[in-house]
């Protein structure tokens, strides 16, 4: 189930947070893939329709993972994960980031 996500203040990522953002990395790419050509259709109405579906798939496979911030969470951890106070964790799970 879905809970609205309120991000920390001190950016820090926990392990858990982490381990669920990764599991969600490969559907996540999949689902980019599956709505690609939809994006090109030229009749809007349907284009916005792909889009809210496309959005909506999104936050479902963030929940399914773990993540029940959904999609606004793993953007979260995607933008703090090069905090330095994130080093460690990122360590723990033999991560880096460039």
């Known amino acids: 189930m879905k809970t609205p996500f309120v991000p920390r203040t001190d950016s820090v990522i926990t392990v858990e947070q982490m381990r669920k953002?990764?599991?969600?990395?490969?559907?996540?790419?999949s689902l980019s893939y599956i709505y690609l050509d939809s994006?090109?259709?030229?009749?809007?109405?349907l284009r916005l329709?792909?889009?809210?579906?496309?959005?909506?798939?999104q936050d479902t496979i963030c929940v399914?993972?773990?993540?029940?911030?959904?999609?606004?969470?793993?953007?979260?951890?995607?933008?703090?994960?090069?905090?330095?106070?994130?080093?460690k964790v990122l360590e723990s799970l033999n991560l880096t980031t460039y």
């Open 21 to 29: 953002w990764l599991s969600c990395n490969r559907r996540l790419d």
């Open 49 to 57: 329709r792909y889009q809210q579906n496309f959005i909506a798939a």
């Open 64 to 87: 399914q993972q773990g993540l029940t911030g959904g999609y606004k969470e793993y953007v979260w951890i995607l933008r703090n994960s090069g905090n330095k106070k994130n080093k």
């Open 39 to 45: 994006f090109k259709t030229e009749d809007s109405e």
